[in-house]
């Protein structure tokens, strides 16, 4: 599906973008265990993007199976929740005091779990030969 192809490889540009500020720029504004929360933040960031990239890829494979798609879209909402709540917030968290927001990074992790869940689901649900 070309949303999430494009909207995986948008993010693992930004992933990448992001990985050069903190290594380079942003290192003497970070907190302490700024630089580890970056780090988590990132590279949480480039392999979910790199499984939003998977999403599309396996849409073209399991045209024709809507209970295997419905799932494809689920993981793709929730990876993409993943993506702002645990990855945006950690980034936000290695610069700045999140205050009470300091829960969606929890909340982001449950979303990625959801989201690998949905993908396993939607290749248990697709069957070839239908």
């Not at 970056?38 to 993007?49: D, E, I, K, P």
């Not at 499984?51 to 073209?60: C, F, I």
């Not at 798609?69 to 689920?74: G, T």
């Not at 929730?78 to 290695?94: H, I, P, V």
Request: proline residues 2%; hydrophobic residues 55%; charged residues 5%.
């Amino acid at each position: 599906m070309r949303p999430l192809l494009l909207l995986g490889s948008l993010s693992a540009l930004l992933a990448v973008f992001l990985g050069a500020m903190g290594a380079h720029f942003l290192s003497s504004h970070m907190l302490e265990n700024g630089a580890d929360n970056f780090a988590t933040a990132n590279l949480y960031h480039m392999f979910h993007s790199l499984a939003l990239l998977a999403l599309g890829l396996s849409w073209a494979q399991m045209e024709g199976h809507p209970k295997a798609l419905n799932c494809l879209k689920y993981a793709g909402f929730a990876m993409t929740g993943g993506l702002l709540c645990f990855s945006g917030m950690l980034y936000g968290a290695s610069l700045t005091s999140l205050g009470a927001f300091h829960w969606l990074i929890p909340l982001g992790g449950l979303f990625f779990m959801a989201g690998w869940f949905f993908f396993s689901l939607a290749v248990f649900r697709f069957n070839k030969r239908t």
